[in-house]
């Protein structure tokens, strides 16, 4: 096969600035490998999320009640919008798991008797569905199963209604309700202590003293109907049954993390990608640009000899594909490995099944098309510039700039400037643009590793807070319901307690006039010392006597301030709901929480002295016999540990963030290679005939060398700073983009961020100038000289 002329010619234009190539389709690649990753990665889980919701009947909304007898089901049925409604029983158990010394928590939920399986229906992973009416046989959640090496045919003891008993895991399931399963006080799953288990409804009836009634509702609404009209109808319902609120899939946790992750991948998939494909297309112009200039005299004799500008274009716009092309196949061939990982990783968190489809294909050729979009956007104007050219016109060399003094010059600086200086200046001020275009690609690879570094101090930041300065106590232990003072003081007699403060939580509704939200009403003793209420700044918070304390992200969704009033709805009990005046907002980055003194928490629930729990603060020596003591108590639910949930939070920001960090430290390595290596080189190509001159006349190798590479210095001196100022701005911007409902993320900048970034990217700078200088070294001054003839 004959290759067309000037198709040979893009290949040995390619071979002869294979370094700036090399480095412009790394910039490429590192474009469509976040764009590939990012997006494949979040397009799975979506369409996963979407087809296992679907696939097994996520519901809509979701209520709870205290006991309610089942022939309320059917008036809960007839609700308008109501398409499919079903009750269950629930029930919250202390888990004695083997190997584990604490105890663990469960939440145990009845199998539907529906044969496809009703709402949220069981996926099986393994073994087989309990037997009818068995009260011993229990499905463990796939994370719990695994984190606790559970297996069909094993047993684990606990506790419902208040008596020991003997459960037999005879599968391993999951569900589209608990693909991301919280337990109750926990910021980050810890499945090890907390675990989801599934009975046939009837033996759990009997085993709870729930026969013939239910405690727990779910449903899906009818296409085009109110879900807030369903809500309110069913809280009338379940009201005089003790009913705990109705709730939409927004307020379901499940659904709210992964949905509020997904977001969050897509906010950086379509961010990180457009950085470094502008970063792509500028070299990509100043690349072509100067090859055209360079060929000036070949694009004339290319029309003397009869091709057309047309053809001249779309020979430039090929040598842009090719280089574009080039790094999307290296993006693409990088990307989606990467991605198979970041999915691996999720998989340890998200338990549901991950559709892959064909969407690893359509994202790659989304990828190659934003490259070309690139290469297009960067070569057009040379390609036009090379297509203008008459023939007559190029044949002759470029005319020289138009020389005149500047700003520098006109301020009499030149007189304190050595020869090299005057040059080194010159040459930059007689380009502002070019200037200008470096600079902010060094500035855009600091900012990236500034924002980065910046996210993850922000995320260890939170868990210090979290674990260190609000929480100090070594336990926090549930119990499975209200319990009177007798509760505090066994818990206080047990040998290697230090210390015990208790606390009263429920669920609760806040109003401001026609905004309501749901939340936690958090009962803690006036000067609370094991869990306090502490703001982003450290400052900690009294616990007013009469009043509420409400978190920032709680006020905001209100949009209330200190002094406002607030209806507090409290959603157990009598279900009391009372104007309460607000004390102060609490800056906290985290969740929806309203804090009152546990004293004014059981007086608007009308239950005397009573907790749902206590922090225990416990020798160190002691705490085998003080979690065996915890175990064998019938009326607990379960207990939180500090430690483990640190260490829990810390291995996932290490898996999952600590990833992040290093692919986006490469990036940012290679955007700064990729324009410095380019700068210098087509500086080289540009004053190869001028810098062979002062050779000639007696500059040095070095002063050359730094002339030629201190042009890169000045761009690289003021790009770094320029991009501190840029990350700084990133960093809150995506700190904007990325909070969610339930938490925002801290913006902390430290010094040795900020060192870091800039020292990263001068190493990278000096590394692609070494490249460049170790070039002039070889440069043969008489065939520079040569070529301007």
């Given at each position: 096969m004959r290759i067309p002329a000037l198709d040979r010619k893009i290949l040995r234009d390619a071979w002869h600035i294979r370094g700036q190539i090399l480095a412009c389709a790394l910039v490429v690649a590192g474009g469509i490998n976040s764009f590939v990753s990012l997006s494949s990665v979040n397009r799975t889980l979506a369409a996963s999320q979407a087809a296992f919701y679907e696939e097994y009947r996520f519901a809509d909304v979701f209520a709870g009640a205290v006991r309610a007898p089942q022939s309320v089901a059917a008036a809960l049925a007839r609700i308008p919008g109501v398409a499919a409604l079903e009750t269950r029983v629930v029930a919250r158990v202390n888990l004695d798991v083997p190997g584990l010394a604490e105890p663990a928590r469960g939440r145990i939920v009845s199998i539907s008797r529906a044969a496809d399986g009703g709402l949220n229906a069981l996926h099986l992973r393994r073994g087989r569905m309990p037997a009818a009416g068995s009260q011993d046989e229990v499905l463990a959640s796939e994370a719990f199963a695994l984190a606790n090496d559970l297996k069909p045919g094993d047993s684990i003891r606990g506790v419902i209604n208040g008596k020991f008993q003997a459960l037999r895991v005879?599968?391993?399931?999951?569900?589209?309700?608990?693909?991301?399963?919280?337990?109750?006080?926990?910021?980050?799953?810890?499945?090890?202590?907390?675990?989801?288990?599934?009975?046939?409804?009837?033996?759990?009836?009997?085993?709870?003293?729930?026969?013939?009634?239910?405690?727990?509702?779910?449903?899906?609404?009818?296409?085009?109907?109110?879900?807030?009209?369903?809500?309110?109808?069913?809280?009338?319902?379940?009201?005089?049954?003790?009913?705990?609120?109705?709730?939409?899939?927004?307020?379901?946790?499940?659904?709210?993390?992964?949905?509020?992750?997904?977001?969050?991948?897509?906010?950086?998939?379509?961010?990180t990608p457009t950085i470094f494909l502008m970063v792509a297309a500028f070299l990509l112009y100043t690349i072509l640009t100067r090859l055209v200039q360079m060929q000036r005299s070949q694009v004339g004799l290319l029309k003397a000899f009869g091709y057309s500008g047309a053809e001249i274009a779309l020979h430039y716009l090929k040598l842009a594909l090719v280089i574009s092309l080039f790094g999307?196949?290296?993006?693409?061939?990088?990307?989606?490995?990467?991605?198979?990982?970041?999915?691996?990783?999720?998989?340890?968190?998200?338990?549901?099944?991950?559709?892959?489809?064909?969407?690893?294909?359509?994202?790659?050729?989304?990828?190659?098309?934003?490259?070309?979009?690139?290469?297009?956007?960067?070569?057009?104007?040379?390609?036009?510039?090379?297509?203008?050219?008459?023939?007559?016109?190029?044949?002759?060399?470029?005319?020289?700039?138009?020389?005149?003094?500047?700003?520098?010059?006109?301020?009499?600086?030149?007189?304190?400037?050595?020869?090299?200086?005057?040059?080194?200046?010159?040459?930059l001020a007689r380009r502002p643009l070019r200037f200008a275009a470096n600079v902010t690609g060094i500035a855009i690879a600091v900012s990236l590793l500034v924002m980065m570094s910046a996210m993850l101090d922000g995320v260890r930041y939170l868990m210090a807070w979290?674990?260190?300065?609000?929480?100090?106590?070594?336990?926090?232990?549930?119990?499975?319901?209200?319990?009177?003072?007798?509760?505090?003081?066994?818990?206080?007699?047990?040998?290697g307690v230090m210390e015990v403060e208790p606390f009263r939580l429920a669920p609760a509704r806040m109003h401001s006039g026609y905004r309501m939200k749901r939340g936690v009403l958090f009962g803690l003793e006036e000067n609370p010392s094991l869990r306090r209420v502490v703001d982003g700044n450290g400052t900690a918070w009294a616990i007013p006597p009469e009043g509420v304390l409400l978190t920032a992200i709680f006020a905001k969704t209100l949009e209330v301030r200190a002094g406002d009033t607030i209806e507090v709805e409290v959603m157990e009990g009598r279900r009391a709901r009372v104007a309460m005046l607000v004390m102060g907002i609490v800056d906290e980055p985290i969740g929806y929480a309203a804090y009152v003194s546990r004293a004014t928490a059981n007086r608007l629930m009308g239950e005397g002295d009573v907790l749902t729990g206590a922090y225990l603060r416990i020798d160190a020596n002691e705490r085998a016999r003080v979690f065996a003591e915890l175990k064998s108590m019938p009326e607990v639910a379960g207990a939180n540990l500090r430690e483990a949930a640190y260490a829990q939070f810390s291995a996932m920001i290490d898996r999952s963030v600590g990833i992040m960090i290093t692919m986006n430290l490469v990036f940012a390595w290679i955007i700064a290679v990729g324009l410095v290596y380019n700068g210098a080189?087509?500086?080289?190509?540009?004053?190869?005939?001028?810098?062979?001159?002062?050779?000639?006349?007696?500059?040095?190798?070095?002063?050359?060398?730094?002339?030629?590479?201190?042009?890169?210095?000045?761009?690289?001196?003021?790009?770094?700073?320029?991009?501190?100022?840029?990350?700084?701005?990133?960093?809150?911007?995506?700190?904007?983009?990325?909070?969610?409902?339930?938490?925002?993320?801290?913006?902390?900048?430290?010094?040795?961020?900020?060192?870091?970034?800039?020292?990263?990217?001068?190493?990278?700078?000096?590394?692609?100038?070494?490249?460049?200088?170790?070039?002039?070294?070889?440069?043969?001054?008489?065939?520079?000289?040569?070529?301007?003839?």
């Open positions: 005879c599968g391993v399931a999951i569900s589209p309700e608990f693909i991301y399963a919280l337990g109750p006080g926990q910021l980050v799953p810890d499945n090890r202590r907390y675990g989801i288990l599934w009975m046939d409804r009837r033996g759990l009836e009997k085993a709870y003293d729930m026969e013939g009634a239910f405690n727990d509702v779910t449903a899906r609404v009818a296409p085009g109907a109110s879900v807030r009209a369903v809500l309110n109808e069913m809280d009338a319902v379940l009201g005089p049954y003790g009913g705990v609120g109705a709730y939409d899939r927004e307020d379901q946790l499940s659904h709210r993390f992964l949905s509020d992750e997904i977001a969050q991948n897509r906010t950086m998939a379509r961010i999307a196949a290296l993006g693409v061939a990088s990307g989606l490995p990467f991605a198979r990982h970041m999915l691996a990783l999720y998989a340890e968190y998200y338990f549901f099944p991950l559709y892959a489809g064909n969407q690893q294909a359509s994202v790659a050729a989304a990828g190659v098309a934003l490259a070309v979009a690139a290469a297009v956007l960067g070569a057009v104007p040379a390609a036009l510039r090379g297509a203008r050219l008459a023939p007559a016109e190029s044949m002759h060399p470029e005319p020289p700039p138009r020389f005149h003094a500047g700003v520098l010059e006109r301020w009499g600086l030149r007189r304190n400037l050595r020869p090299a200086g005057r040059m080194l200046i010159r040459n979290q674990f260190t300065t609000v929480q100090r106590e070594d336990v926090q232990v549930l119990l499975t319901e209200p319990r009177a003072r007798p509760a505090l003081d066994a818990f206080r007699s047990l040998r080189r087509i500086a080289l190509s540009e004053r190869g005939y001028e810098l062979a001159t002062l050779r000639v006349l007696g500059f040095t190798q070095r002063e050359t060398a730094s002339l030629l590479l201190g042009e890169q210095g000045v761009i690289t001196g003021v790009g770094l700073p320029a991009g501190l100022a840029l990350g700084i701005a990133l960093t809150l911007y995506f700190i904007w983009m990325l909070s969610t409902q339930m938490w925002r993320m801290p913006y902390v900048m430290t010094g040795a961020n900020l060192v870091g970034a800039m020292t990263a990217v001068a190493v990278a700078a000096a590394a692609s100038g070494g490249a460049v200088a170790w070039r002039l070294r070889k440069m043969d001054l008489v065939a520079a000289l040569k070529a301007r003839e």
